[in-house]
């Protein structure tokens, strides 16, 4: 079994396996966990539905660069004034 560390960097996460070797893409890397895909859906169904959303927002910010992106120019067009409220998209 190989035993995988993760090092936090400023700007990316690296994957490390035990004999100290890099790896560059985090597909690379495989993951084995004790439950199925069956468990991971029941526990997900157990979740409140704020947690829930959660854990997918964060999967999806894990696993998906243009996600990324897009909440970083969201929060952009909010700071230079390019954003209008709910109630002023539904009024009327």
């Known amino acids: 079994m190989v035993v995988i560390a993760s ?5 990316n996460l690296s994957f490390t396996i035990d004999r100290g070797e890099k790896m560059k893409k985090s597909a690379e890397v495989e993951v084995k966990i ?12 157990e979740l409140s ?3 829930r959303e959660f854990f ?8 998906s660069p ?3 992106k897009s909440i ?6 909010y700071k ?9 998209l539904f009024e009327g």
């Open 72 to 77: 970083d120019e969201a929060r952009r067009d």
């Open 7 to 11: 090092e936090a960097k400023r700007s």
């Open 56 to 63: 997918i927002e964060n999967l999806l910010a894990a696993t």
């Open 49 to 51: 539905d704020e947690d």
């Open 34 to 45: 004790g439950f199925s895909v069956r468990d991971l859906a029941i526990a997900l169904r």
């Open 80 to 88: 230079e004034g390019r954003a209008i409220s709910y109630e002023e």
């Open 66 to 68: 243009d996600y990324l």
